[in-house]
C-alpha cells in the first residue's frame, strides 16, 4: 500500500486477472489469424500481405507489453509514460486491425483459411478494444482512489 502511493500518478499499472487474460487471449487469437491467413492461398497479395503485417506487428507490441508489465519494466524505464503509450498502442493497433479485418474478409472469395483469419482478426479486435477499455477503467479508477484517499 505505502509503495503504491510513492508511485508517479499513471503509474499504477498492476494487471487484474482479467485484463492479463483478455491481454494474452488477444495475442494468440492474432497468432491464429496470422496462421489461418499464412497457409492459405491467396488470390489477392496485397490484401493480405497488409493483413498479415498488421497482424504480426500487433503481436509483437503485445508481447512488449505483456513482458514490460511481467518483469516490471515500467519501475526502471519512468521516463515513458506506461499508460499512454500503452492507450496509444491500443487505438493504432484496433483501428488498423479492424481495418485490415474488413479487407480481408472483403477479399476472401470463399476460401476457408482466408474467411476464418478474418474472423479470428474481428475477434482479436474486439479483444483489444476489451482490453483496451479494461485498462482505461483501471488507470482511471485507481487514479481517482489514489486521489480521494
Not at 482479467?18 to 494468440?28: C, D, N, P, R, T
Not at 504480426?56 to 505483456?66: G, K, S, T
Request: overall charge neutral; hydrophobic content about 50%; aromatic content about 14%.
Amino acid at each position: 500500500m505505502l509503495e503504491e502511493s510513492r508511485r508517479a500518478p499513471g503509474q499504477n499499472l498492476g494487471r487484474p486477472g482479467l485484463e492479463i487474460a483478455v491481454f494474452s487471449q488477444a495475442g494468440v487469437t492474432l497468432l491464429i489469424a496470422f496462421i489461418c491467413v499464412r497457409s492459405s492461398p491467396w488470390t489477392d497479395y496485397s490484401a493480405y500481405s497488409y493483413f498479415e503485417v498488421v497482424t504480426i506487428c500487433d503481436l509483437i507490441m503485445i508481447l512488449a507489453f505483456y513482458l514490460v508489465h511481467l518483469f516490471r519494466f515500467y519501475r526502471v524505464l519512468t521516463c515513458i509514460s506506461w499508460p499512454l503509450s500503452e492507450l496509444l498502442h491500443y487505438v493504432i493497433g484496433t483501428l488498423l486491425l479492424l481495418i485490415a479485418s474488413i479487407v480481408a474478409a472483403s477479399k476472401s472469395y470463399n476460401q476457408s483459411g482466408l474467411i476464418a483469419g478474418a474472423i479470428f482478426g474481428f475477434l482479436a479486435t474486439f479483444l483489444c478494444l476489451a482490453s483496451l477499455w479494461l485498462s482505461y477503467k483501471i488507470s482511471c479508477g485507481t487514479q481517482s482512489a489514489d486521489a480521494s484517499a
